[in-house]
């Protein structure tokens, strides 16, 4: 009798940590999944915004361009030089919303993700955005001053409906005369299409991340801005 109480005893709380071991584990699934789908909502954004800037900074791009050709004396194309005059030393990054990310890494609710591969997409992603962001800061750091450099060529009009606020009307014959100035847009605009190269590497990982968050749930990875 005293053998089979124990028996029964032991049975009852091999039985106890099962279940609580089972709804411990139900717990932390339901935790994972939720977090994975906040994850996919901000990324889906993150992949739409990334797009979006790509899509400006293709226009910007075209304006610095039309700087470059019109300070060596060749016709500006599409782009609008005026503008460009600003964009050169413009650097736009497709820094992410991590809203999310960051609270769930706070709270230790990214360790609940089980999936090896979605937590080394996570981790590369996150280095892609430190590393872009850095990138950016670099070359906003050493770009000239473009609309300074080109002053004694230009006359300055206030426009509230232009975009910079004023308008500017340059001298470009004379300016194209002013090899400091030619050669610091040349550089300026190698290192904005340099850096543009960049924008579509995190936009590429962004949609990967999207995609393996969406299999992971079983959903369709969807980039949108709300």
Aim: proline share 4%; glycine share 4%; charged share 25%.
């Amino acid at each position: 009798s005293i053998c089979i109480e124990f028996v029964l005893l032991v049975a009852g709380v091999f039985l106890g940590i099962q279940v609580a071991n089972w709804n411990e584990s139900r717990l932390e699934r339901a935790v994972e999944r939720q977090s994975l789908l906040l994850l996919l909502k901000e990324v889906e954004q993150n992949a739409a915004y990334a797009q979006y800037v790509i899509d400006n900074a293709e226009a910007r791009l075209r304006d610095s361009a039309a700087v470059v050709a019109m300070l060596q004396q060749k016709p500006p194309g599409a782009g609008d030089a005026n503008s460009g005059v600003v964009s050169l030393a413009t650097y736009r990054a497709s820094t992410p919303i991590s809203v999310i990310f960051d609270a769930l890494r706070s709270s230790g609710k990214l360790a609940t993700i089980q999936s090896d591969a979605l937590r080394v997409r996570l981790s590369v992603y996150e280095s892609l955005i430190l590393y872009n962001e850095r990138l950016r800061a670099n070359y906003a750091d050493r770009a000239p001053d473009i609309a300074s450099m080109i002053s004694p060529h230009a006359t300055f009009t206030f426009d509230p409906a232009r975009p910079t606020g004023y308008d500017i009307d340059v001298d470009w014959e004379a300016a194209s005369k002013d090899r400091l100035l030619v050669n610091a847009a040349v550089r300026a605009l190698g290192d904005q299409s340099t850096f543009h190269q960049r924008r579509f590497l995190f936009k590429d990982e962004a949609l990967r991340l999207c995609r393996a968050l969406a299999r992971e749930l079983g959903r369709t990875c969807v980039p949108k801005m709300d």
